[in-house]
């Protein structure tokens, strides 16, 4: 078995896939020291990987094995990695958003974030999580199996692939109807002119000239949304 943390996401997230049984995996990934996973995640590419692997993973274990919902799914700290119990709330927020509050926009930082938390948190926020994270909701991307060696192309893809489907362009009275993402981690965007930029990278699309609205995020659930 190995004992390499990336490696060890990517199986948890498979096994949930094919719906097996994942406990040996939850308990190698349980009993890692946190000193050992700290090094196996060395740098931003290992972190993002591994833990957007193992939030997709773990929000279907937790809602479909344990039949957790809203909020005790994302706050109770129920899922142990490295002998520490994390929420998804932590890794999202406080991990992959480097301590953010969880509805500032990405503007405030949250100085009650644990010591494993920070010490595991990234050194730079990546907007692109938020078109990789997936919380069963039917406007959530869906879930893909993410590689530290691969990352950049593949945020790259999901990024534009999300965009490709949520966005709608009312050319005659230049507004642009998007995710409501944009709004809920605005900071972690850039802001407005971020936005722009966004789409000009990803899409190609000047928004020069645009309003942006924001769609209604449809809350109805949609699980097991992998990637064909």
């Known amino acids: 078995m190995t004992s390499d ?15 097996e049984n994942t406990k040996k995996l939850e308990e190698q ?10 090094q196996g995640l060395a740098n931003d590419n290992d972190k ?12 279907l274990i937790l809602r479909l094995e344990h039949k957790m919902q809203k909020p005790d ?10 002998n520490t119990h994390f929420s998804l709330d932590d890794i999202e927020h406080g991990i992959l958003r480097k301590c ?4 500032s926009l990405g503007y405030l930082m949250n100085p009650f974030a644990g010591k494993a938390i ?12 938020h078109f990789a994270l997936n ?12 590689k530290a060696s691969d990352l950049d192309s593949q945020l790259d893809l999901a990024t534009q692939s999300f965009l490709e489907q949520e966005s709608d362009f009312d ?38 000239g645009y309003k942006i609205k924001y769609k209604e995020y449809s809350w109805e659930e949609d699980l097991d949304n992998f990637v064909s």
Request: proline letters at 4%; charged letters at 25%.
């Open 5 to 19: 943390p990336c490696t060890l996401s990517g199986q948890l997230l498979l096994a949930v896939k094919k719906k």
């Open 29 to 38: 990934l349980a009993k890692l020291a946190l000193d050992r996973l700290i």
């Open 48 to 59: 993002v990987a591994f833990w957007i692997n193992i939030y997709n993973a773990t929000f």
């Open 73 to 82: 799914i994302y706050k109770k700290r129920v899922f142990p990695i490295a």
């Open 100 to 103: 953010r509050y969880k509805y």
């Open 118 to 129: 920070r010490k595991l948190k990234v050194d730079r926020i990546d907007y692109r999580i």
């Open 135 to 146: 919380c069963g909701a039917k406007s959530c991307p869906p879930i893909a199996f993410y």
């Open 171 to 208: 050319e005659e009275n230049k507004v642009l109807y998007t995710t409501a993402l944009f709004k809920w981690f605005l900071a972690d965007f850039g802001g407005k002119k971020g936005i722009h930029e966004i789409y000009h990278k990803h899409l190609e699309k000047s928004l020069k």
